[in-house]
């Protein structure tokens, strides 16, 4: 007798990447300074932990929003009760320009083309819902976030096909003069505050589309993914104010780049070098030296070792649909700098490790050669003085 669906038993959901079993094993024995110095150190994880401090002295400096309170006033029944899914309209405003400011206000955004979602996971699937057909495909740049196989396919029905294309589609469009055309009606922005504020548990994602028919539709699908009002209510708070935004926006990126240079001169010291890169909350490291063979096979065996020998997960670039096999995505800003020096050490001794077994395994190839040589000249020369007759 069948019990469950065949959407539930499927195999889309990618939860067998190799990137979600690094996971599995950092879950079975995680980093803790204290309770388990000998654990697995996470940094598969693209999270931003740098500047809570500055979230928390908000806070602490904002207790009525935090307690959900206006002028005074407790506004919880009024946030308890249900909320359509068009979102408070102050929450969308400062979002929008929030987005505005994080992009240096270079371009600006419409509120009333911006569609709440609990997440960009939310946003991603439900932008899959509104633009494709179950079986349709999607092109996605190369190297991509694993999830994407999970989040995209899994429920929608369509297809990825991953391609090579490290040019942004804005810059494309914007050397093609499609800034006024309808171009820009097909082009659909998803946001989150997840990696900007490290608010990943708040859910909060966006998408936003200059077509009047998806932002309607996405509208009306939201329903399944909605944001909190109370969420919406102290993050509007938070995100209008804007001395404290702009204090934000410079310190988060003064942190990141600190915590970055510190990960790209560790790894040097080690002998690894990673790829030039100005953003994020990672880095695309080269262990390209560190394989047995320029294989995927081999990247597996060269993964296996750093997250079993080494302690540390990291993600592989075969599981980023990488085309070439030896890069690894490594995660920095969701953990402490005493955490992450830990792990620089630890995959320094492991590069010197192998460096001192891959000369003791060439200098004893090296010794069996000469002996082999000697042998064989030995050899030569016994042939050589025995009469013609004995040999």
């Known amino acids: 007798m069948k019990l469950l669906s065949r959407k539930a038993t499927c195999n889309t959901h990618g939860q067998d990447s190799s990137y979600f079993l690094g996971w599995q094993e950092y879950e079975k024995n995680p980093y803790d300074e204290i309770k388990n110095p000998t654990g697995i150190i996470q940094m598969g994880l693209a999270e931003n932990q740098l500047s809570f401090d500055l979230l928390e002295s908000w806070l602490a400096n904002n207790q009525d929003a935090a307690g959900f309170k206006k002028d005074g006033q407790s506004i919880f029944r009024e946030l308890a009760l249900f909320q359509d899914y068009h979102g408070l309209p102050a929450f969308k405003k400062a979002l929008v320009e929030f987005m505005a400011e994080i992009r240096g206000n270079k371009v600006t955004f419409d509120q009333n083309k911006i569609v709440l979602t609990a ?82 548990g708040f859910r909060v994602g966006a998408i936003y589309s200059n077509d009047d028919m998806v932002v309607s539709a996405a509208t009306k699908m939201s329903s399944f993914g909605l ?124 590069v010197e490790s192998m460096n001192i077994n891959n000369q003791s395994h060439h200098q004893l190839l090296k010794n069996s050669r000469r002996k082999s040589l000697t042998k064989w000249v030995l050899r030569l020369s016994f042939d050589h003085d025995r009469e013609p007759e004995e040999r």
């Open 227 to 350: 944001v909190s009002s109370q969420t919406q209510y102290l993050l509007a708070a938070l995100l209008s104010d804007k001395k404290f935004t702009r204090n934000y926006i410079s310190e988060n990126q003064k942190r990141l780049k600190q915590r970055q240079k510190l990960l790209v001169q560790g790894l040097q010291k080690a002998g690894i070098s990673c790829l030039k890169s100005n953003a994020s909350l990672f880095c695309w490291v080269n262990m390209k030296h560190l394989l047995s063979s320029n294989t995927f096979d081999a990247e597996m065996e060269l993964w296996k070792k750093i997250v079993h020998q080494v302690k540390l997960n990291i993600s592989p670039g075969s599981s980023c649909h990488c085309t070439e096999p030896g890069w690894f995505r490594v995660c920095f800003a969701n953990m402490s700098e005493e955490t992450l020096n830990l792990a620089i050490q630890r995959l320094k001794s492991f």
């Open 119 to 200: 997440g960009a996971t939310s946003a991603n699937e439900t932008l899959m819902f509104c633009l494709a057909e179950p079986g349709e495909a999607f092109l996605l740049p190369t190297p991509y976030y694993p999830g994407f196989d999970r989040d995209l396919k899994w429920r929608t029905g369509v297809e990825i096909v991953p391609i090579q294309w490290f040019v942004s589609v804005m810059e494309v469009l914007k050397d093609m003069k499609c800034e006024s055309s309808q171009v820009w009606n097909r082009v659909h922005v998803v946001y989150s505050l997840s990696k900007d504020l490290g608010l990943p």
